[in-house]
T-cell receptor, first 114, second 113 residues
Framework: KAGVTQTPRYLIKTRGQQVTLSCSPI?????VSWYQQTPGQGLQFLFE???????NKGNFPGRFSGRQFSNSRSEMNVSTLELGDSALYLC?????????????FGPGTRLTVT | AQTVTQSQPEMSVQEAETVTLSCTYD???????LFWYKQPPSRQMILVIR??????QNATENRFSVNFQKAAKSFSLKISDSQLGDAAMYFC??????????FGTGTSLTVIP
């Protein structure tokens, strides 16, 4: 079975621009979560989707948004990019949304904002 | 508020020795799950071990075991017979069902040959 895939793997954007990141979960997985990883901050939870519905949302400004499609693929969008948005963005999928389900992480998208 | 604290930003261990990574968390919940994840350099994060709070017995996965102290809200990871492949960033995480994951800031483990 193919693992979680994220595209693109690397991205360089300029302040003020917007960006869309994509995540394809493992086949059959219905839950997708997004995290922002920065040195010293660890992983910060962005949001979780389950069957196209946002179940949980982290403490991020409204510039960060996401969605999930009927095939469970998910996208996250960041508008009006700031230098502080430079980070590794990780996507994780699981069969279900409960804590008993193991999360499988993708390789991440490295976003650099200049 | 739920928080997860890893007080050791960096740790090192000699190959074949044992190392313990610390994690404390803060919660008012009684039913929750705790996790240790491993992120090798430039590789994907994987689950190392999981502990259900209602289980008194400490979880074990081969060379990895935890010391779960519910009253103290402590969840340390012990790696026995350390191997070069254990070198990675280790993250402690907490979750209650229906809610988000909370991760610590990570501990970078170096294994010395």
């Amino acid at each position: 079975k193919a693992g979680v895939t994220q595209t693109p793997r690397y991205l360089i954007k300029t302040r003020g621009q917007q960006v869309t990141l994509s995540c394809s979960p493992i086949s059959g997985h219905r839950s997708v979560s997004w995290y922002q990883q920065t040195p010293g901050q660890g992983l910060q939870f962005l949001f979780e989707y389950f069957s196209e519905t946002q179940r949980n949302k982290g403490n991020f400004p409204g510039r960060f948004s996401g969605r999930q499609f009927s095939n469970s693929r998910s996208e996250m969008n960041v508008s009006t990019l700031e230098l502080g948005d430079s980070a590794l963005y990780l996507c994780a999928s699981s069969l279900g949304g409960g804590a008993t389900y193991e999360q499988y992480f993708g390789p991440g998208t490295r976003l650099t904002v200049t | 508020a739920q928080t997860v604290t890893q007080s050791q930003p960096e740790m090192s261990v000699q190959e074949a020795e044992t190392v313990t990574l610390s994690c404390t968390y803060d919660t008012s919940e009684s039913d929750y799950y705790l996790f240790w994840y491993k992120q090798p350099p430039s590789r994907q994060m994987i689950l190392v071990i999981r502990q259900e709070a209602y289980k008194q017995q400490n979880a074990t996965e081969n060379r990895f075991s935890v010391n779960f102290q519910k009253a103290a809200k402590s969840f340390s990871l012990k790696i026995s017979d350390s191997q070069l492949g254990d070198a990675a960033m280790y993250f402690c995480a907490y979750r209650i069902t229906g809610n988000q994951f909370y991760f610590g800031t990570g501990t970078s483990l170096t294994v010395i040959p």
